[in-house]
């Protein structure tokens, strides 16, 4: 099933097709390019994710360029997204949440035009199912989450109060601080980085499953156009729930990230 | 027949993480139908719960690809 699905991806050549899961992700390079040892090869990933970027940057310019008092459709559209966030920010962080506003726009909107090249006709590719992406992103909110609490409660409070945390036996410590290190510096950025990447993951190979079985199962006569049928009645809500997934993946990572800043501002009790 | 265990391990892998899902957001209906007006606070700690639960999931998908 899997072969079927990959060489189909690759227009219907079996040959060559060595690692199917990959050859849903990994498309050779338009314009190779090494630099540094380096791989920078320009491939469709990325053309995507320029695209999906010049888009939603378009779109902010020319609808926030000019604001007026009485919004027109496409002002009021983009007041409503950053809004939205801001709601978010000052619900979760506090009145000092507006300063985070721009950033937690930008993820949101970054992550969902980048999945939504899912279910994009002609696209149908999240460049977030691509590791490198969501672990960029998540890079960025650890580092921001860090340099507010370092910046909040100062060095040796922030990172005392995160592997100390008051209140405890200090026998406790042994169990209790190799813990804290795990969860607060490696897991938080780590399952940020993978909850997006696994959701991209699943939710390009469901697509291309349901695509592909209607592309393979509808022409073929005895039995196989049945299942053609219920992939062609399935697509639709496959469709509608990726987008759902993809709206829910942005919030989360938006949600999270505002999360660990409220956590790192306000020392432990 | 062929195949690798991780794919058996990551099923098993989800179990804990189903189970501990449902219980929390069965829980969270719960409570914003007892309050409806505490119903975005409910959300918002409901989805850092959520997001604490997956992780083990998440890190078996990982870890099915991985080793």
């Given at each position: 099933?899997?072969?079927?699905?990959?060489a189909?991806e690759?227009?219907?050549e079996f040959?060559?097709?060595?690692?199917?899961?990959?050859?849903?992700?990994?498309?050779?390079?338009?314009?190779?390019?090494?630099l540094?040892?380096l791989?920078?090869?320009?491939?469709?990933?990325?053309?995507i994710a320029w695209?999906?970027?010049?888009?939603?940057?378009?779109?902010?310019?020319?609808?926030?360029?000019?604001p007026?008092?009485?919004?027109g459709?496409l002002?009021?559209?983009?007041?409503?997204?950053v809004?939205f966030?801001r709601?978010i920010?000052l619900?979760?962080?506090?009145?000092?949440?507006?300063r985070?506003?721009?950033?937690l726009?930008?993820f949101?909107?970054g992550?969902?035009v980048?999945?939504?090249?899912?279910?994009?006709?002609?696209?149908?590719l999240?460049?977030t199912?691509?590791i490198?992406?969501?672990?960029f992103?998540?890079?960025?909110?650890w580092?921001?989450?860090i340099?507010?609490?370092?910046?909040?409660q100062?060095f040796?409070?922030?990172?005392?109060g995160?592997?100390?945390?008051?209140g405890?036996?200090?026998?406790?410590?042994i169990?209790?601080t190799p813990?804290?290190?795990?969860?607060?510096?490696?897991?938080?950025?780590?399952?940020?980085a993978?909850r997006?990447f696994?959701?991209?993951?699943?939710?390009h190979?469901l697509?291309?499953i349901?695509?592909?079985?209607?592309?393979?199962?509808?022409?073929?006569?005895p039995?196989?156009?049945l299942v053609?049928?219920?992939?062609?009645?399935?697509?639709p809500?496959?469709f509608?729930?990726?987008l759902?997934?993809?709206?829910?993946?942005?919030?989360?990572f938006?949600m999270?990230?505002?999360?660990?800043?409220s956590?790192?501002?306000?020392?432990?009790? | 027949m062929?195949?690798?265990?991780n794919?058996i391990?990551?099923?098993?892998?989800t179990?804990?993480?189903?189970?501990?899902l449902?219980?929390?957001i069965?829980?969270?209906?719960?409570?914003?139908?007892?309050?409806?007006e505490?119903a975005?606070?409910?959300?918002?700690?409901m989805?850092?719960?959520?997001a604490?639960?997956?992780?083990?999931?998440l890190?078996a998908?990982v870890?099915?690809?991985?080793?």
């Amino acid at each position: 099933m899997i072969n079927v699905l990959a060489a189909a991806e690759w227009g219907g050549e079996f040959e060559g097709v060595l690692d199917p899961i990959n050859a849903l992700f990994d498309f050779p390079d338009l314009i190779p390019l090494e630099l540094f040892g380096l791989d920078l090869g320009i491939n469709r990933t990325i053309l995507i994710a320029w695209l999906m970027t010049a888009l939603a940057a378009t779109l902010f310019a020319v609808g926030l360029r000019a604001p007026q008092v009485v919004p027109g459709k496409l002002q009021a559209f983009l007041e409503m997204i950053v809004d939205f966030i801001r709601t978010i920010a000052l619900e979760i962080i506090g009145p000092k949440g507006t300063r985070f506003v721009p950033l937690l726009t930008t993820f949101f909107v970054g992550i969902f035009v980048l999945n939504v090249a899912k279910i994009t006709p002609f696209l149908m590719l999240p460049p977030t199912s691509r590791i490198a992406w969501p672990a960029f992103l998540a890079l960025i909110s650890w580092i921001v989450f860090i340099g507010v609490g370092i910046k909040e409660q100062g060095f040796g409070a922030y990172f005392g109060g995160i592997l100390f945390p008051p209140g405890v036996p200090k026998a406790l410590y042994i169990i209790l601080t190799p813990i804290e290190l795990l969860s607060n510096l490696v897991l938080r950025p780590f399952t940020l980085a993978i909850r997006l990447f696994a959701n991209m993951v699943a939710g390009h190979i469901l697509v291309v499953i349901t695509l592909v079985s209607i592309h393979v199962f509808l022409p073929s006569l005895p039995v196989g156009w049945l299942v053609g049928t219920f992939a062609l009645v399935a697509a639709p809500v496959v469709f509608g729930f990726e987008l759902f997934i993809i709206g829910l993946q942005a919030y989360i990572f938006t949600m999270l990230t505002a999360v660990y800043i409220s956590s790192s501002m306000e020392a432990h009790h | 027949m062929e195949g690798t265990l991780n794919v058996i391990g990551y099923g098993l892998a989800t179990l804990g993480p189903g189970i501990g899902l449902g219980l929390l957001i069965a829980k969270a209906i719960e409570s914003m139908a007892r309050q409806p007006e505490a119903a975005g606070m409910v959300r918002t700690t409901m989805f850092i719960g959520v997001a604490v639960v997956e992780a083990l999931a998440l890190l078996a998908f990982v870890l099915a690809f991985a080793l």
